[in-house]
């Protein structure tokens, strides 16, 4: 058993470079998509931390869009790929939708 110890040990330390490199990947995402919300969706959305201050009355702050239960990745994906009549269709770019969800995520 004790023979598994220092192997564990490598094999943690040999990962954490590569969470590293995970970690400030998404970092980058967060910033993308919050200047594609600041630029685009700022209009009608509250899109900070705080849902405060005036905005749209029909489009939810997006700390409460993520702070619902029924908001994942993939739900936030199915909508932002599909058009609403309320919504301008913006035919965000692969990066940038990716940035946009991982920011809404990040802001629960
Ligand atoms: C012209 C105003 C307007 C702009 C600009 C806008 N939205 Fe919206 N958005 C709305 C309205 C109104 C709703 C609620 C009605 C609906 O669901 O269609 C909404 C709903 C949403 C929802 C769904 C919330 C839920 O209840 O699940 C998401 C996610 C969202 N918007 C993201 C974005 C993103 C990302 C951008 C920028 C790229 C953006 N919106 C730009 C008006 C806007």
Redesign the pocket.
Known sequence: MHRFIPALIVLTAAMAPWTEARAQAQAERIAVGRT??ES??A???LVGRRAQGPA?D???PFAA?AA?PS?TEMS?RA??RTP?????D?Q?SQNELDG?VAY?LSLR
């Open positions: 594609v919300a685009w969706c209009n009608c959305h749209g029909a489009a939810p869009v619902l908001t936030l909508f932002l609403h009549s309320r919504m301008p913006y965000l946009v809404i």
